[in-house]
């Protein structure tokens, strides 16, 4: 007896693509655990799911809540989060799956992982294929050039944020900018201006901004739509968009660093 209860939770991400890009790991325990709980939008990759998973439950029925009054977003991620953990509970191997990687802006899993673990279960999160990783691969955008920035687009907004020019900047759920009742899955264009006028403290306006979104199946473009940052408030957004802007400014020395690191190394060569 080890005093671990037998309930164990797996939370695994199916990557942006049909079936293609989950890893043999997640997909074997997507194909052995007891009960698959998935919250995957993409019809294809549900039935795939389904097909494969001893038993599938899908959890997207939450997300109608917040249509309800006094139902915002985070009441429902944390009524699908409770309902893993009853999984967990009655002792059987979940496995939880999400698209892209199931802990990047996900926070389900995050919350279910937690609880699960407050109770004594095992419980851990494989990585998936995100939005991210697609958009870096079919823009040919390596982070590592002039370093990346990455934040919920809202977030953004509403907080005061230092953003650096000179870097990548990512924006996630564009399409639901400004949205602050947390009950709708849209934005609107003077919401969009409003996010506008702030990067317009850092970005020309007619710096040059991509509205990505990645293919999920082979019959779907990806698309990558260059848009002057001035004309994003009529711009079609969906869920799905992610907006990303590129550095507008090339990076510039601190020459303050520069001149200790070489003392520092004209240091060591006198010695
Ligand atoms: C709740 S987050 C989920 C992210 C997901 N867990 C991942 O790993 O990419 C939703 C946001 O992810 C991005 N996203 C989702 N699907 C996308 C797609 N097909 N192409 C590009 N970005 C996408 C958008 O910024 C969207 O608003």
Redesign the pocket.
Known sequence: MTGIPSGKLICV?TG?RMAGQITPLAQSYIETADVVLGAVPNLFTRQWLQQIAKEYVCLLGYYSECDRDGKDRRDTYRRMSDTIVAEVRTGKTVCAA?????G???CISHLAIKAARAEGFSAEMLP?????D??VADLGIDPGTTGMQSMETTQFMVYARKIDPTALLIL?????AGELSLKRFETTPDKLQVLVDKLARDYPLDHPVIL?????NPLEKTRMDTVLLRDMPYAALR?????VIPAAHPLKLDEAVMNRLRALDAAALAD
């Open positions: 991400g942006m999400f698209y892209g990687h199931p990047i802006f996900a998936g294929i995100s939005a991210e697609c958009l996630w759920q564009p399409g639901l990505y979104e990645a293919a999920t869920q799905a968009t992610t907006l």
